[in-house]
C-alpha cells in the first residue's frame, strides 16, 4: 500500500516518522503535519476500503519496539459511580453485556473472558491528534465472542458502549464497527496491556484494539456490545462519539 499514511509519513517526513516510532511526540503542533495527515486520511479512507482487502493485517512489531511510555488521551478516569465501584473491587462484578441482533444475550465476567483463547499483538496506536506509541495488546479475540452469541442475519453493526463520558459532552463514550471488521484476525478485545492488567487510565478493565484504524475506534471501558442493523439511532446517529463530532466512521490508517 504506497498510499498508506504511514508510508507516506515514513518516506516523506523520515526525520518526523524516526521520532514518532520512538515514543510518543507530540506533532500536532505543526499545521503542515496536520494538513498532510488530512488529505491522507480522505485518500486513505477511500483507498483502504477498495485496495486492502478485509483480511489485511496492520503491521506487528517486537518486544523492543513497544514505547518506554503511551499516552493515554480522552477519558483517564471515568467518574461514573458504578464504574468507580466496579474498579475499587477489581472489576470482580463487572460484566461485559453482549445484546441486540443475536440469537443468545450472554454476560461475561473478566474471568471468563481470559479463560477464552486468547491473542497477543504488538501494534502501533496512531491518535488522530498526530501522536503514536506502540504497545503490547492481550485479549480475547472479538470474533470468539461473536461466534457463542450467533448475530442473526440482519446484524451489521456491533456498537461497543462505554461506562465514561467526556466532561463537555452528555452522551457516553461509544464506538461502532462493521461485522467483517469485527471477525477480523487482529480485533481484539484487551484485558491486558504490556504484560499487566490494562490499567485504568488505557480503559480498564477491557478496551477494543481495532488495529487498522485510528486511536478514536478503540473504544475504552467497554461495558456492553450491541449487535444491530444500522447505527442510524444510536448517539448521533453516525456510529461513535468522535463521528458524532464531524471525524470518519471508516478511520483507515
Ligand atoms: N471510552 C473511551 N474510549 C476512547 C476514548 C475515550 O475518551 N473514551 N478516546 C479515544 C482516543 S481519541 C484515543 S487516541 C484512544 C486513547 O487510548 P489510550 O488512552 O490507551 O492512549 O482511546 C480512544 N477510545
Ligand atoms: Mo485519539
Known sequence: MSLDRRNLLQRGLGFAATLWLGGCDQLSAEPWLQQVLGSAEKVNSWLQRRLAGPGSLAREYTEA?????????????PDDPAYRAMAANGFADWRLRIHGLIERPMEFSLAELRAM???????????????SCIG????????ALLDQVAPGPRARFAVFHCADRLEQW???YYESIDLGEARHPQTILAYEMN??????????????????????????????????????????GRGGYWEDRGYEWYAGI
Open 136 to 143: 503490547k495488546w492481550t485479549g480475547v479475540p472479538l470474533a
Open 65 to 77: 519496539d513497544i514505547s518506554r511510555q503511551f499516552k493515554a488521551n480522552g477519558s483517564t478516569d
Open 195 to 236: 504484560g499487566r492488567p490494562l490499567p485504568v487510565p488505557h480503559g480498564a478493565p477491557l478496551r477494543l484494539r481495532v488495529e487498522r484504524q485510528l486511536g478514536y475506534k478503540m473504544a475504552k471501558y467497554v461495558m456492553a456490545i450491541e449487535l444491530v442493523d444500522s447505527v442510524a439511532h444510536i448517539g448521533g
Open 170 to 172: 452528555d452522551d457516553n
Open 117 to 131: 483463547p486468547a491473542r497477543t499483538q504488538i501494534t502501533r496506536h496512531d491518535c488522530v491528534e498526530g501522536w
